[in-house]
């Protein structure tokens, strides 16, 4: 029996009786059936063809099977990083984000919904979760962009720490760029493109 423990826009998760996550692609009925097929079956295969490259790099889900709109994966039983970050060592957490951040960025990955939501802390590491809406890019601005929504997230989610934790990833993040990155950043929030109106 599964037992779904998410439901968001693009997909449902679930936990079935052999301790394993279940992600499956809603079918979205606005869209042509057969177009809707081909993007889910699109999605689900780039998603997991991201975890599997990064499996050997950062702690990411392992993938167990993929079908045409489903991944198994194993399930990370940790503390999720949105309901627990302030309790935890905040420090040494962001410090390795950071790290784990450089090591994403530097295979040209972009995460794309990069929230302490998709951060489960377990056995001292952080593993990063739902690339759902992952791509490739070697672009800075892409990267930049992908920390720049964790900003905003760190200041929605836990405003109390959210300058000092963006701070201490940066710090850590690509010490040969992260200035540059830094800069980027703040063109980026002039800009408001990706400010809420």
Known sequence: MEKIIQQGAEAIISLDNKNQILKN??????RLPELD??????????????????????????????DINQITMQYVN???????????DYKKICRQIGEILTKLHNQDIIHGDLTTSNMIWKNNKIYLI???????????????????????????KHFKIA???????????????NVLIAERIKVIESRGRYKKK
Do not use: M, W
């Open 37 to 66: 097929i081909n993007l889910r079956k699109k999605r689900t295969k780039s998603e997991a063809k991201i975890i599997k490259k990064l499996k050997d790099i950062i702690p990411v889900p392992k993938i167990i099977s993929t």
């Open 130 to 156: 739902d690339f759902g809406l992952g791509f490739y890019s070697h672009k800075i601005e892409d990267k930049a962009v992908d920390l720049h929504l964790l900003k905003q997230a760190l200041e929605a």
């Open 163 to 177: 300058d000092k934790c963006f701070n201490i990833i940066i710090k850590n993040y690509n010490p040969e760029n």
């Open 78 to 88: 940790g503390k999720k990083l949105s309901e627990d970050l302030e309790s935890l």
């Open 25 to 30: 692609r809603i079918k979205k009925s606005y």
